[in-house]
């Protein structure tokens, strides 16, 4: 069948914007050819430096024909509707129409309008331009006319040069604002421009491949680059270093990608590692090298860097690695310019100069929030096993290197640098590397922080920036999360989870020390049962080690009290008629739950002006509701990628009798895990059924009679052996799953209701529930709250499917 070809050639189009603009060229074609009805077989598209490109198989040459039925009026209608009738119609008489029943309205006028297909080129010709004219770039341009028939008015991501498209081969005649569309096309700039005529894909591939000397393909050019880069490197002893997001950019810098090493000043390698990986891939977009015989040497760099050229020079290449050579010392020689100075003023001696960058108008400097990362990290140390003073001393380090030159040049080694200066000043090895990983996990793909100082001080950075940004209520919206308070929400599940151990299939009973801590939670190792196999997936951490053990409410109750109580003292806490200011008290009381307040940064110092307006804020327990309710949705959205059911989560998560939720994220997931594996067995599936029969019995009979059963049963009322087996079974079954859930042994409490399965089956088996007698009715109808409370005590299982 017919074939499209489209390209539409430009200057240089960004790297990072081909791949995607590639996928919405192939979705667009084919979204508009489907809607012509002209169904493809399938659309390929290309995407380089200056061309977007799309090939289309399988294509009609026309449309195909359309029966329309047209609706007229009544039959007997007045003329001027008849007469408007047949005009919409396209008929020449009434008597071309046909009569149709319609109910409730009666015979109407109906005509079958044949409306032919239409040849593919003309659609063609109309839907290319309007997906140029309509396409999206993150960041467009619109420039000069291209001839007098141009407006100057389109908008693409550089000035198109050309349009080549042809269908069957032949030309699909159209224009773009004084570009007319063509079968011509061009290859490289200097090894081979063109123009070069073509009419299919096939013979377009072949011209451009070997007369135009470019790659269509952006996974060969990739695929180009691995290779030859690999081959260079090995050839010296050296190993390249795997980039793949630089990877991605070349391939999309270069259509004939030429690969090429060149050598680096020794001299440069006594800089760090990341500082001269970071300054070649930044600026010059080389590789690094590393030499394998440097073993486990930080970096193991080898003076060598990778290059990828658009052009295959006749010697070789040798002039232009030179070059790239020359260039890459200019970079490093200011690298080092920036490591010398920043060497010679101590990380510490930095802090005060944090004052001098806001960290957000509402709440004060980068200094500000150090402060209080300090007070929070010391406070977190022993729950995560760390040294008190290490933790604040890292918390205090941790920003300062934002002042100095090196991470003023390259922002991305923030923490990096810090934790050099911090050694180079003599801090510990764990004070060092918290003011590395304190920034710690950026992304799904990070490392979380494993050592306890920096455990704590990752913690406390992240809780303080997620109660910060709630206080002053600027919360994430939709798609919209400027501040990354999601991937901070996430960040503070990955480090809490990341060392906690997972619960054992096997059920075995495990012992806890006893709780001391906020809470009712104990700090410390939690430790494993050994062994077991099958059934429900484990909700394993990225680390085994110890668990960090913490009460989020608390957490977010410091922090809150640490940012909103120095504001209230300094009097900015307005009431809304700006009477006089707030104390903390009133913040942090009951009777203010769901008040907001005003915060006046008009005075505040903080970077606010005389025209800045009042900002509302939320009180504290509104605040904590809010931010503990974020936090669960992000943990069920982590425990859901790791495999955990939904209705699983939702059970665990559901209020306690007294309103609370569980804020303690180890102990969700353990629950969590006990819970599915105990409903992949006989006796938790049998139960939960029971359960559920239980429950809607008794959701349906408090609702007729109006009133709560949820008194203990009297075992004088028994006429059965099966109450009596039930209720004898509740009162050792229930404070054994209690002493077990209070102990955390959370299979031991599973173990302990899988003994109510006989007694509850027997129970529906052989029990008429509503008996004729009212007294005894009332008695089993508390029996069955006793069940559903017993098992309501480790989860709500009125939320599970089955």
């Avoid at 952006?218 to 390249?240: F, G, M, V």
Wanted: with cysteine; hydrophobic share 40%; aromatic share 6%.
């Amino acid at each position: 069948m017919p074939q499209l070809l489209l390209e539409i050639l430009s200057e240089e189009i960004p790297a990072r914007m081909q791949a995607k603009a590639q996928a919405d060229l192939e979705r667009a074609l084919m979204d508009r050819l489907t809607a012509a009805g002209l169904i493809p077989e399938a659309i390929k598209g290309f995407s380089g430096p200056r061309r977007l490109v799309a090939v289309v198989d399988g294509l009609p040459v026309k449309s195909a024909d359309v029966v329309e039925d047209v609706q007229g009026p009544k039959e007997g209608a007045p003329d001027a509707a008849i007469q408007g009738f047949l005009r919409k119609a396209g008929l020449a008489s009434i008597d071309q129409a046909h009569l149709h029943d319609v109910p409730k309205k009666g015979r109407i006028y109906l005509a079958h309008v044949r409306k032919p297909g239409r040849e593919t080129a003309s659609l063609i010709a109309e839907m290319v331009p309007a997906i140029v004219r309509e396409f999206h770039w993150p960041k467009s341009m619109r420039w000069g006319p291209n001839s007098t028939n141009s407006t100057g008015e389109l908008r693409w991501v550089r000035p198109i040069s050309r349009v080549l498209c042809t269908f069957d081969g032949e030309v699909v005649p159209f224009e773009i604002d004084g570009i007319r569309s063509g079968n011509l096309t061009e290859g490289h700039r200097i090894m081979g421009r063109g123009p070069f005529q073509v009419r299919r894909f096939d013979d377009y591939e072949d011209v451009v491949r070997n007369k135009g000397r470019v790659i269509l393909d952006r996974e060969e050019r990739k695929e180009i680059i691995q290779t030859d880069a690999r081959t260079l490197c090995a050839a010296q002893n050296l190993e390249w270093v795997d980039d793949p997001g630089l990877l991605d950019e070349v391939a999309g810098l270069a259509e004939h990608p030429v690969v090429l090493i060149g050598d680096m000043d020794k001299a440069f390698l006594d800089l760090p590692p990341e500082v001269i990986k970071l300054s070649m891939r930044t600026h010059q977009k080389y590789f690094a090298v590393r030499d394998p015989q440097k073993g486990k040497e930080p970096g193991g760099l080898a003076p060598k860097f990778i290059v990828v050229a658009n052009l295959a020079a006749s010697d070789g290449g040798e002039m232009i690695a030179a070059g790239n050579s020359r260039v890459l010392s200019a970079r490093l020689n200011d690298a080092r310019f920036f490591w010398d100075n920043d060497r010679k003023v101590s990380l510490e001696s930095r802090f005060d100069k944090l004052g001098d960058i806001v960290f957000h108008e509402k709440l004060g400097s980068v200094k500000d929030k150090a402060e209080r990362v300090m007070a929070l990290a010391r406070h977190l140390a022993p729950l995560a096993g760390a040294d008190p003073d290490q933790a604040e001393r890292a918390a205090k380090l941790a920003k300062s290197d934002l002042v100095s030159d090196m991470v003023g040049e390259f922002a991305e080694l923030e923490g990096v640098m810090g934790r050099y200066y911090a050694l180079l000043q003599g801090e510990p090895q764990a004070v060092a590397d918290a003011v590395r990983d304190h920034y710690k996990p950026k992304g799904p793909g990070d490392v979380v922080p494993s050592d306890p100082v920096s455990v704590a001080v990752a913690l406390a950075d992240k809780i303080d920036t997620l109660v910060a940004f709630w206080a002053i209520d600027e919360k994430p919206t939709g798609s919209r999360d400027p501040y990354a308070l999601r991937r901070a929400a996430l960040g503070v599940i990955r480090i809490v989870l990341g060392s906690a151990p997972s619960v054992s299939e096997s059920w075995a009973p495990r012992h806890l020390p006893e709780s001391s801590t906020g809470g009712g939670k104990a700090p410390g190792v939690a430790s494993t049962a050994a062994g077991g196999g099958g059934g429900s997936p484990r909700l394993r951490g990225e680390t085994e080690g110890e668990s960090v053990r913490l009460g989020l409410r608390d957490q977010i109750v410091r922090a809150y009290e640490s940012i909103m109580r120095p504001i209230c003292e300094r009097g900015l806490l307005l009431d809304s008629q700006r009477l006089g200011p707030y104390r903390f008290e009133q913040l942090a009381s009951e009777e203010f739950r769901h008040r907001k307040f005003e915060l006046d940064a008009r005075i505040s110092g903080w970077g606010g002006s005389v025209s800045t307006p009042m900002y509302r804020i939320p009180s504290m327990l509104s605040c904590i509701d809010s931010l503990l309710a974020f936090l669960a949705d992000r943990l069920k959205v982590h425990l859901r990628e790791q495999g955990a059911r939904h209705d699983l989560i939702d059970a665990v998560f559901a209020p306690r009798s007294d309103g609370s939720v569980e804020d303690d994220l180890v102990l969700i997931v353990k629950r969590v895990e006990a819970l599915g594996m105990f409903l992949d067995t006989g006796d938790g599936k049998n139960l939960l059924a029971g359960y559920k029969r239980a429950a809607n019995i008794l959701k349906a009979e408090e609702k007729k009679d109006g009133a709560s059963y949820s008194q203990a049963a009297n075992p004088a009322l028994f006429d059965l052996d099966e109450e009596r087996a039930l209720h004898a079974a509740l009162a050792k079954v229930a404070p054994e799953a209690s002493s077990a859930i209070e102990a955390e042994n959370f299979a031991g409490a599973m173990r302990a209701l899988s003994n109510l399965r006989g007694p509850v089956d027997a129970f529906f088996d052989k029990v008429t529930v509503n008996a004729d007698e009212p007294d005894v009715r009332t008695n089993r109808l508390r029996l069955l709250s006793q069940i559903r409370d017993a098992l309501g005590r480790v989860a709500d299982f009125s939320r599970i499917e089955g």
